[in-house]
């Protein structure tokens, strides 16, 4: 944590040093380092995601799977909820 302003404002370092280097984390996103060491605050380390992205990449049965394979499975589950949401809609 590093404290950005009085009183007692604190932030996680991690955001901290993302919006230092490339403005405010955009709503349903989240800073998370990519070698999963949260501690490793190192900008090129340090990538955006959504929650949902998080979790595939952080699955301990896809542990191990190459980035390609990784962002293939994520955008295959976005393409399943999108034609379930559709769907949903024509009813």
Same mark, same amino acid.
């Given at each position: 944590?590093?404290?950005?302003?009085?009183?007692?404002?604190?932030?996680? %370092?991690?955001?901290? $040093?993302?919006? /230092?280097?490339?403005?405010?984390?955009?709503?349903?996103?989240?800073?998370?380092?990519?070698?999963?060491?949260?501690?490793?605050?190192?900008?090129?380390? %340090?990538?955006?995601? $959504?929650?949902? /992205?998080i979790h595939l990449r952080t699955n301990f049965n896809y542990r191990g799977l190459p980035d390609?394979?990784?962002?293939?499975?994520?955008?295959?589950?976005?393409?399943?909820?999108?034609?379930?949401?559709?769907?949903?809609?024509?009813?």
């Open positions: 944590m590093v404290k950005v302003a009085q009183p007692d404002v604190w932030k996680p %370092l991690h955001i901290h $040093t993302w919006e /230092e280097a490339n403005g405010p984390v955009p709503e349903g996103m989240q800073v998370w380092a990519k070698d999963g060491n949260p501690r490793n605050v190192a900008l090129e380390n %340090l990538t955006l995601s $959504t929650l949902a /992205e390609e394979v990784l962002d293939i499975l994520h955008l295959q589950n976005e393409i399943k909820k999108t034609i379930k949401r559709k769907r949903r809609n024509e009813k």
